[in-house]
């Protein structure tokens, strides 16, 4: 489908290229909404973070762009190919870093981080090049040898997203990846996460406001499957007449806004 | 080459499981060593191991179904399968990459089974390597049926129903442990309409080189490999929509 076809609305950025671009992408299981008609857009390079309290519809509305869900209605374009039709070419340009850490256990650092280069098909000197990368980048030289099972939870998470990114995708999916951490793990993987910024285009889920608020490029606040607002932590910040970015979330939730 | 990553990987997680080794080589050969030592001591011809150790190799595939329904429900709780599912890996590469690593460890087991009974007595011929091979025969079954339990419930679920149910079933059912005729009526029914009998039956055939004698049950073993294993693909299809 060409992406002209979508069409704009809202929060239009003519200066930036999409990434992605949702049109009333709606998911029904019997008779509950998960996600009711989200259209947006997010652009390339761009960390956007989707909030929300427990059944907003964030994790449903991250299954349905990684092809793990099919949408009861409507369409996204992962830099131009749909999820409906083109799965296949979205899933080579994609990466999930699920809610759990989502490792093999009784595979070590650098066998997990070669399975996946594996099932992305690449080469055997691939495999290996990008792995000996991938562990000097993040670090995991001092355990690459040690099986996933026997890490901390911080490592661990490093190692879900390293695994998430040794693919090289241009898509980014972190669902709540700080979730459980202690906060100089949660601090590590932040500096980790900025890394990437701007060099790769990245949805994150997250309970955190702080987390947002630091971190994103733009924030989208979903309530009980609809999006309520989208923007930059200052903007939504404005329009809920606060200067508290948890206390401007409550408001845009709770309907509060000026 | 996808699926071979996939399947090593697989291969990988049971074999380095202390547990799995255990009880899937540990267990069998125990229950082979204590049966063999009871029979030095009873006066009537109840586990000679020419029909013992075929049951017990049977009886130790169904440890196998445990170590793949495991495999699957952890890759699930874990989340393991739902980041899988969101790389180019088809279908095919899952259900294959799940099966295939668990064959050879099938017919290693069965090896070192039959090798163990050597020790203990068993004449061992050519007839072994046939008694070797025919487990690629009854194997699917019941890493079928790991895969279908792995799909459908969770590793807490798993762990009893294929831990202690299955194999249970498997053990009493087969006419392992006591012959089926001695019971006779509905427990005798029941078993030869179940495949477990059938197996032992077909691999205690093998074993003594009696060709003729692997009809009619080759036969149940196929109809439920290709059965079990129908199923198990149905169920994983289904399963992965709802990850």
């Known amino acids: ?258 | 080459m996808r699926m071979t990553v996939f399947a090593k990987r697989n291969t990988k997680e049971i074999l380095r499981d202390p547990l799995n080794i255990m009880f899937g080589l540990g267990f069998p050969l125990v229950v082979l060593g204590l049966l063999t030592a009871i029979q030095t001591s009873i006066p009537v011809n109840l586990f000679e191991l020419d029909q013992l150790t075929p049951g017990i190799v049977v009886f130790g595939l169904s440890f196998l179904t445990l170590f793949a329904a495991q495999l699957i429900a952890k890759d699930r709780t874990g989340a393991l399968l739902t980041r899988l599912l969101t790389t180019p890996l088809k279908p095919a590469d899952y259900i294959l990459g799940y099966l295939l690593p668990v064959l050879p460890i099938a017919l290693a087991q069965g090896l070192i089974c039959y090798l163990a009974a050597g020790v203990l007595g068993l004449g061992l011929g050519s007839s072994l390597i046939g008694a070797v091979l025919i487990l690629i025969i009854i194997a699917p079954f019941f890493i079928g049926l790991g895969l279908l339990c792995g799909s459908i419930f969770n590793d807490k679920q798993v762990g009893g129903i294929c831990g202690a149910l299955l194999t249970n079933v498997s053990a009493w059912l087969s006419g392992t442990w006591f012959d089926l005729e001695l019971v006779g009526g509905a427990f005798k029914q029941i078993a030869y309409l179940l495949p477990y009998v059938h197996a032992v039956e077909l691999e205690r055939a093998v074993l003594a080189g009696d060709w003729s004698g692997i009809f009619p049950h080759i036969w149940w073993v196929l109809g439920y490999d290709a059965a079990i294993l129908s199923a198990a693909i149905f169920a994983f299809m289904k399963m992965r929509k709802k990850v």
């Open chain 1, 1 to 258: 489908m060409d992406p002209a076809a979508f069409g704009q609305e809202g929060e239009e950025r003519t200066d930036m290229k999409e990434a992605m671009i949702l049109r009333n992408l709606t998911k029904r299981y019997k008779d509950v909404t998960a996600v009711n008609e989200l259209t947006l857009s997010i652009y390339e390079g761009e960390l956007f973070a989707l909030l929300g309290v427990n059944g907003a519809g964030k994790t449903t509305t991250i299954k349905m762009l990684s092809c793990l869900t099919e949408p009861t209605s409507g369409d996204a374009l992962l830099k131009g190919r749909s999820i409906l039709t083109d799965k296949d070419k979205v899933k080579s340009i994609i990466a999930v870093s699920p809610q759990e850490t989502a490792v093999a256990p009784n595979l070590s650092v650098r066998e997990n981080l070669k399975l996946m280069a594996g099932v992305h098909g690449f080469s055997q000197a691939e495999i290996r090049e990008k792995t000996n990368a991938v562990i000097r980048r993040f670090g995991l030289e001092e355990i690459a040898e040690r099986r996933a099972k026997k890490l901390s939870g911080g490592w661990q998470r490093r190692l879900s997203i390293a695994m998430a990114l040794i693919s090289e995708p241009e898509i980014l999916f972190l669902d709540e990846p700080t979730l459980g951490l202690d906060v100089l793990a949660r601090s590590e993987l932040w500096d980790m996460i900025r890394e990437l910024k701007g060099k790769i285009t990245i949805i994150l889920t997250t309970h955190y406001m702080e987390e947002a608020e630091a971190l994103s490029d733009r924030i989208a606040i979903m309530k009980g499957g609809a999006l309520l607002c989208t923007g930059t932590a200052q903007e939504i910040k404005e329009k809920a007449g606060t200067d508290k970015f948890e206390e401007a979330f409550i408001r845009v939730v709770k309907g509060e806004t000026i």
